[in-house]
């Protein structure tokens, strides 16, 4: 009975079959006289009981079953506590991906966090002139730090990176043409497709070279008085190696500022500080893409920033001004919440020595493996009381990767656990099982399967306590009867 969410047990003891034709259901007011009914009211109020106590009533009545009142009050409290349930669940993200779009990508810091708390709680000067005391541009809160960062003359920010390149080529492109690599016509996860943003952008695109080699000639023999811009996408997801050719945004500048066209390097996720510290292959910068020769850079500030979800472009005073304008970054902009978290996350980068101690992002890729493994080791027995006998658990090596199209292929070596079937027969579907059961604790806890194995990466794990309280309701199909845990 789905619609009063009870369990078939809770079910079975609340409805009755009836056997008579005539079943006889309580009113809706006598049932709101229950003593349960009545704490519901104080509780959530009139409306909301009565309405589930008529749809209990509607149901039973469908169903051609009998129900007290108390019956009838007690599916309507469960009713409304399945109506209480939150949609926005808290998972551990054990798959070792750090930036995983699924699971909501970066977490904030801490200063992001308590701006954003302020900005929420209070009034804000969000779009006011203190020397004139008439209106002021929001973006101006974010936008010096924004040059500063990244040495550009000027600065936009929208909701996120897909509405910043939309709005970029909107701006400078439409009923025109763009000319791009046909090696970076990519498609991202959710829908974001180069040649689809394009077109609703209003911009036609103009592919050039093949899908490993591009060449200068390419561009410039596609160059034509329709030509509105030069556009740079960089391969977020995916690497083409062997036999490949690709024209780099310098090159590209020269020939845009000839021909005297624009040139967009859309970063994707983008970064403000260099990665190689972190172990990792060195993505570019928005300064480098910017003293390049770009003209306008956009990147996300929920990937490598490490802040909320947002899109910037940062270049060209005289294009920016020109974006602003367009009315459709008015439909983009950003609300005060998180115009608050993105200046608190980008004042971190005045002091990038502290990034790995303030930013959760950058503590995950930077958290040392001794670090991973002591966690590890305390949490061993509980993962394997938690298990059972149907599986082993060891402490193993695993590779964890930025994620979000950051560094596609660059990996970090790390830590977890690497569970296995105890029996070989039927162990994909013991895992699946095991992976099932992880997903429906309390809090998810969401891993990986692979070679045979059901790995939970521990990289991103921080608050172990909480971790294992979750962990002791696990309940393993096959292996529940061999622990004293009861069902959740
Ligand atoms: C991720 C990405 C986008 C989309 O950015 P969102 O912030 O997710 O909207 C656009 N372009 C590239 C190259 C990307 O990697």
Same mark, same amino acid.
């Given at each position: 009975?789905?619609?009063?969410?009870?369990?078939?047990?809770?079910?079975?003891?609340?409805?009755?079959?009836?056997?008579?034709?005539?079943?006889?259901?309580?009113?809706?007011?006598?049932?709101?006289?229950?003593?349960?009914?009545?704490?519901?009211?104080?509780?959530?109020?009139?409306?909301?009981?009565?309405?589930?106590?008529?749809?209990?009533?509607?149901?039973?009545?469908?169903?051609?079953?009998?129900?007290?009142?108390?019956?009838?009050?007690?599916?309507?409290?469960?009713?409304?506590?399945?109506?209480?349930?939150?949609?926005?669940?808290?998972?551990?993200?054990?798959?070792?991906?750090?930036?995983?779009?699924?699971?909501?990508?970066?977490?904030?810091?801490?200063?992001?966090?308590?701006?954003?708390?302020?900005?929420?709680?209070?009034?804000?000067?969000?779009?006011?002139?203190?020397?004139?005391?008439?209106?002021?541009?929001?973006?101006?809160?974010?936008?010096?730090?924004?040059?500063?960062?990244?040495?550009?003359?000027?600065?936009?920010?929208?909701?996120?990176?897909?509405?910043?390149?939309?709005?970029?080529?909107?701006?400078?492109?439409?009923?025109?043409?763009v000319i791009v690599s046909r090696g970076e016509?990519?498609?991202?996860?959710?829908?974001?497709?180069?040649?689809?943003?394009?077109?609703?952008?209003?911009?036609?695109?103009v592919e050039v070279g093949t899908t490993n080699r591009t060449h200068f000639r390419d561009y410039e023999n596609a160059i034509t008085?329709?030509t509105?811009a030069l556009l740079k996408v960089?391969t977020?997801?995916?690497?083409i190696?062997?036999f490949t050719k690709s024209v780099s945004a310098g090159e590209l500048s020269t020939l845009a500022n000839e021909h005297n066209i624009p040139l967009v390097d859309?970063?994707?996720?983008?970064?403000?500080?260099?990665?190689?510290?972190?172990?990792?292959?060195?993505?570019?910068?928005?300064?480098?893409?910017?003293?390049a020769g770009a003209d306008?850079?956009?990147?996300?500030?929920?990937?490598?920033?490490?802040?909320?979800?947002?899109?910037?472009?940062?270049?060209?005073?005289?294009?920016?001004?020109?974006?602003?304008?367009?009315?459709?970054?008015?439909?983009?902009?950003?609300?005060? *919440?998180?115009?608050? /978290?993105?200046?608190?996350? @980008? %004042?971190?980068?005045?002091?990038? #020595?502290?990034?790995? +101690?303030? $930013?959760?992002?950058?503590?995950?890729?930077?958290?040392?493996?001794?670090?991973?493994?002591?966690?590890?080791?305390?949490?061993?027995?509980?993962?394997?009381?938690?298990?059972?006998?149907?599986?082993?658990?060891?402490?193993?090596?695993?590779?964890?990767?930025?994620?979000?199209?950051?560094?596609?292929?660059?990996?970090?070596?790390?830590?977890?656990?690497?569970?296995?079937?105890?029996?070989?027969?039927?162990?994909?579907?013991?895992?699946?099982?095991?992976?099932?059961?992880?997903?429906?604790?309390?809090?998810?806890?969401?891993?990986? *399967?692979?070679?045979? /194995?059901?790995?939970?990466? @521990? %990289?991103?794990?921080?608050?172990? #306590?909480?971790?294992? +309280?979750? $962990?002791?309701?696990?309940?393993?199909?096959?292996?529940?009867?061999?622990?004293?845990?009861?069902?959740?």
């Open positions: 009975m789905a619609r009063t969410g009870l369990t078939s047990d809770e079910e079975a003891a609340v409805l009755r079959s009836a056997p008579s034709r005539h079943p006889r259901l309580p009113s809706v007011h006598i049932v709101s006289q229950t003593a349960l009914a009545t704490g519901l009211i104080e509780t959530f109020g009139q409306k909301a009981v009565m309405d589930a106590i008529r749809d209990v009533l509607d149901d039973a009545r469908a169903r051609e079953v009998m129900l007290t009142a108390d019956e009838a009050a007690q599916a309507a409290a469960s009713h409304i506590a399945v109506s209480q349930v939150s949609g926005v669940k808290v998972v551990y993200n054990l798959t070792g991906t750090i930036l995983h779009t699924n699971l909501g990508r970066a977490l904030l810091a801490e200063e992001a966090i308590e701006a954003a708390d302020k900005a929420m709680r209070n009034t804000i000067a969000l779009e006011y002139d203190f020397t004139g005391g008439g209106r002021g541009e929001r973006d101006d809160i974010v936008r010096d730090l924004l040059c500063r960062l990244t040495g550009a003359e000027d600065a936009t920010l929208v909701n996120n990176n897909a509405a910043a390149v939309l709005l970029t080529l909107n701006t400078l492109a439409e009923g025109r043409t016509l990519i498609e991202i996860g959710g829908a974001f497709r180069m040649p689809d943003i394009m077109a609703s952008a209003g911009a036609q695109l008085a329709e509105a960089h977020s997801n995916f690497r190696e062997g859309d970063l994707g996720s983008g970064t403000l500080i260099s990665l190689s510290e972190f172990g990792l292959p060195d993505e570019p910068t928005v300064s480098k893409a910017l003293s306008l850079v956009t990147f996300s500030g929920d990937k490598l920033l490490g802040g909320p979800q947002a899109g910037f472009i940062v270049g060209r005073c005289d294009l920016i001004a020109s974006i602003n304008k367009n009315p459709m970054k008015r439909a983009m902009r950003v609300d005060k *919440i998180r115009l608050a /978290a993105i200046e608190a996350t @980008l %004042r971190l980068y005045q002091y990038p #020595e502290r990034l790995t +101690a303030r $930013l959760p992002t950058y503590r995950a890729l930077s958290r040392d493996i001794d670090d991973i493994r002591a966690c590890a080791n305390r949490l061993a027995p509980h993962m394997a009381a938690c298990v059972g006998a149907h599986f082993s658990v060891e402490i193993g090596a695993c590779e964890s990767q930025v994620g979000s199209g950051a560094v596609p292929i660059a990996t970090l070596p790390s830590l977890g656990f690497v569970i296995r079937a105890a029996c070989s027969q039927h162990e994909g579907r013991a895992l699946q099982g095991l992976a099932n059961a992880f997903r429906s604790l309390p809090a998810p806890v969401i891993g990986r *399967i692979k070679n045979q /194995a059901f790995i939970l990466d @521990l %990289r991103c794990l921080e608050d172990e #306590e909480d971790f294992i +309280a979750n $962990l002791e309701r696990l309940v393993t199909t096959g292996g529940s009867g061999d622990r004293g845990a009861g069902p959740t």
